[in-house]
Every structure is written in C-alpha cells, then in structure tokens.
Antibody
Framework: QVQLQESGPGLVKPSQTLSLTCTVS??????????WTWIRQYPGKGLEWIGY???????HYNPSLKSRLIISLDTSKNQFSLRLRSVTAADTAMYYC???????????????????WGQGTRVTVSS | QSVLTQPPSASGTPGQRVTISCSGS????????VYWYQQFPGMAPNLLIY???QRPSGVPDRFSGSKSGTSASLAISGLRSEDEADYYC???????????FGGGTKLSVL
C-alpha cells in the first residue's frame, strides 16, 4: 500500500522560503504512471492546486505561484519537494502531497484523480 | 472565490437522497472530467468519484456522480450519519492549465 508523508517546518517567517518534502513509501516514485502533486488548503477550507512533477523531472505549476515555486524530485530517497520563496501570511495553509493519475489526448496531458494523499502538514507564516 | 461554485452547505435526514451541485464553465467542467472528494474533520481529502461518474473500489454505490454541460452533481442516497463531511468538486481548467476546486459543501445529517 503506497503511503505519502509530508515533512517540514511548521513555522516560517515572512519573506523566507518554505521547504517541504513528501516521502513516498510502499511504491516507487519512478513510476511513470503518476504526477506527484502538491495541494494546499487554507484555514477557511478552500483547496488550491500548487503544482506537480513527473518522473522525468518535468514540472507544471499553478500560474499564480510559478514565479516563487520550485518542485523537485529525489529518486534515490523516493521523495519530492516543494520550495516556495518570499512567503507571506497568505501562504499559511495545510500543505498536502498527493499522487495524481493523468490522461492524454493527441495534444496534451491532464491531471486525473488524486487517488492517494498524505496526511498534510500545517504551515504558518508569521514573525 | 472559487472558479467552481458549490453550495456552502447541504443537509438531509437518514435514508434521504441529497444532491450537491458544482457549477463551472466551458473551459473547465464543460470540457473536462469532474472529480469529487470527501473530507472528514482533521483528515486529508479522499477520492469519492472520478471521471464524472466512476467510483473507486471501496466507495459504496450510494454515492454517484453526473455531469451535464458546465455543471456536475454528486448524489448520496440512503443518507447515513457517517456521510457527514465536506465535499469538494474538482476539474481541469483549460484557461488556467491546471486543476481547480470548488469551495466545498458541508453536509449535515440531521
């Protein structure tokens, strides 16, 4: 049974960089069948897709975060990570990593269902 | 404010049938699959319906999804107290080139 587990600091100061890691167990992150994804949930409950990385290293980010965001992969540790720089209070949220399927047409590929989620890690941006 | 519109709350009594709507546009629901996630307090969301109307293994057939045009619905029949949770719709948006979520619907079983 594949499991995902987020880790990282729960408190980050404004203007600093938020770094989180998702460790995948029970399966290989090298599987080409999934998009490894970050999603966050604000205190008011709203969910926001952050971005994903494929086994090949190819990434796709939410345009609203693209200028501050890097998602990377460490296959030797079966992990993928998120780095979000210049954080503000608006980045305070529960951060989830998730495994997403995908489907492709003749012109593009799109995320399919998020069929596995980590338990989430709460991040507060405050001085 | 979410691109996908859901009612903030819904309710029903045990045994009833409840539907939760999700309204979008031609660039999202109108041209892509819809997904539904169930979330209990303090827990991560869990996939309930994928590709408009498909249930993952383990999801009871009391849960069903449908899509028509730029709207989708989740129906729960034979409502049970354990169905009390938040429900979110999601889909791909061609304009954003990414996934978008509805604002969520809190279901209460009275």
């Amino acid at each position: 049974q594949v499991q995902l587990q987020e880790s990282g600091p729960g408190l980050v100061k404004p203007s600093q960089t938020l770094s989180l890691t998702c460790t995948v167990s029970g399966g290989s992150i090298r599987s080409g069948n999934y998009y490894w994804t970050w999603i966050r949930q604000y205190p008011g409950k709203g969910l926001e897709w952050i971005g994903y990385i494929q086994y090949s290293g190819s990434t796709h980010y939410n345009p609203s975060l693209k200028s501050r965001l890097i998602i990377s992969l460490d296959t030797s540790k079966n992990q993928f990570s998120l780095r979000l720089r210049s954080v503000t209070a608006a980045d305070t949220a529960m951060y989830y990593c998730a495994r997403g399927g995908y489907y492709c047409s003749t012109t593009s590929c799109r995320l399919d269902a998020f069929n596995m989620w980590g338990q989430g890690t709460r991040v507060t941006v405050s001085s | 404010q979410s691109v996908l519109t859901q009612p903030p709350s819904a309710s029903g009594t045990p045994g009833q049938r409840v539907t939760i709507s999700c309204s979008g546009s031609s660039s999202n629901i109108g041209s892509n699959y819809v997904y539904w996630y169930q979330q209990f307090p303090g827990m991560a969301p869990n996939l309930l319906i994928y590709r408009n109307n498909q249930r993952p293994s383990g999801v009871p057939d009391r849960f069903s999804g449908s899509k028509s045009g730029t709207s989708a619905s989740l129906a729960i029949s034979g409502l049970r107290s354990e169905d009390e949770a938040d429900y979110y719709c999601a889909t791909w948006d061609d304009s954003l080139s990414g996934v978008i979520f509805g604002g969520g619907t809190k279901l209460s079983v009275l």
